[in-house]
């Protein structure tokens, strides 16, 4: 049973304009929400994050959005870069561990 | 430069053989972690150590084992009772044990059965 869903396998964008990327828990322990970055053969990266206090966060080109009743949050990236061409994984924490979805792949297309 | 270092990148295991994955870290963090990534599928958690001497079982325990003698260390060992060791194996530490730590990743061991 998947707790944590990312129901997009892959987003496809244009250079320039906004990503949003998506994710939906089941859990409602869950209290606070990560996102990472991931290159092929590499480590995730941590990107941002937010507690179930706050319904927005943002950092730099990055804002990650919290709606507690649906369960939902997303992660905005603008304006999107090739660079950011990647897979994105969200996680959700309750306790000392994190529950990760699949992960979506990002490609941005200049 | 402090980080998390996994050795080796890339591991051959034969059948029936054990092999250990390393993972060290030089952050001072308490809590250390070990995924394994399939393709298309996220990170599952084998085994977590929240301090040294003790560690829990995660998700997919079976057929691996871990010890934490050192804060610094964390090595995984995939035994010979894992039939499908074939995977991506990440390592992950936190600088705390609560609920709201940050984890931060290794640059993971790929591990390919001959």
């Known amino acids: 049973d998947q707790q944590v869903k990312q129901n997009s396998p892959s987003l496809s964008v244009q250079e320039g304009r906004i990503s949003i990327l998506n994710c939906d828990y089941t859990?409602?322990?869950?209290?606070?929400f990560l996102w990472y970055k991931k290159y092929p053969a590499e480590g995730p990266t941590f990107l941002i994050s937010?507690?179930?206090?706050?319904d927005k966060n943002e950092d730099g080109r990055f804002t990650v959005f919290l709606n507690k009743s649906a369960k939902h949050l997303s992660l905005h990236i603008v304006p999107s870069q090739p660079g950011d061409s990647a897979v994105y994984f969200c996680?959700?924490?309750?306790?000392?561990?994190?529950?990760f979805g699949k992960g979506t792949m990002l490609l941005v297309s200049p | 430069d402090g980080g998390i270092t996994q050795s080796p990148k890339y591991l051959f295991r034969k059948e029936g053989q054990n092999v250990t994955l390393s993972c060290e870290q030089n952050?001072?963090?308490?809590?250390m972690y070990w995924y394994r990534q399939d393709p298309g599928q996220g990170l599952r958690l084998i085994y977590y150590?929240?301090?040294?001497?003790?560690?829990q079982k995660g998700d997919i325990a079976e057929g691996y084992s871990v010890s934490r003698e050192k804060k610094e260390s964390f090595p995984l060992t995939v035994t010979s009772a894992q039939k499908n060791p074939t995977a991506f194996y990440l390592c992950?530490?936190?600088?705390?044990?609560?609920?709201?730590?940050?984890?931060?990743f290794g640059p993971g061991t790929r591990l390919l059965v001959l």
């Open positions: 992950a530490s936190s600088s705390g044990t609560g609920r709201r730590e940050t984890q931060y």
């Open positions: 859990n409602s322990m869950f209290d606070y």
């Open positions: 937010i507690s179930s206090i706050k």
């Open positions: 996680a959700a924490s309750f306790s000392s561990t994190l529950t």
């Open positions: 952050l001072n963090h308490d809590a």
């Open positions: 150590s929240q301090i040294v001497n003790d560690f």
